[in-house]
């Protein structure tokens, strides 16, 4: 993901910048100013793949993390949760998300005194 402040660029800037990255294949966005990415590249070499590509973002303030799926929590649309939990392909299929059925009642024969 990566989080930047105003000055860095709008959000369809930091996309247009994400897509001449080829190793980020897939991008979703719903913050104004961050953008949830996959990429085989570390955070590292997307930094400097981006101050390559945009040279005023060494004067901006702007990070680049890697999102630890074990322990991620909040409230996301279904799509940037399919990516973060999902990176090597996180489209959505068609129909909309169904939450899992609940688990039924497991009867068993009443104990016997």
């Known amino acids: 993901m990566i989080v930047f402040a105003e000055p860095f660029g709008t959000r369809d800037f930091v996309q247009n910048v994400l897509d001449q990255i080829p190793e980020i294949p897939f991008w979703y966005s719903c913050f ?32 680049v993390v890697a999102i630890e799926t074990r322990d991620a929590h909040g409230r996301l649309p279904e799509a940037a949760w399919h ?14 998300a169904v ?4 688990p039924k009642a497991k009867l068993t024969p009443p104990r016997k005194n």
């Open 83 to 96: 990516l973060i939990n999902h990176p090597e392909d996180p489209r959505l299929v068609g129909a909309p």
């Open 32 to 63: 104004p100013h961050a953008v949830f990415f996959t990429s085989s590249l570390s955070a590292f070499e997307i930094v400097q793949r981006i101050e390559s590509l945009v040279p005023k973002a060494v004067y901006n303030r702007w990070i």
């Open 99 to 102: 939450p899992p059925p609940k």
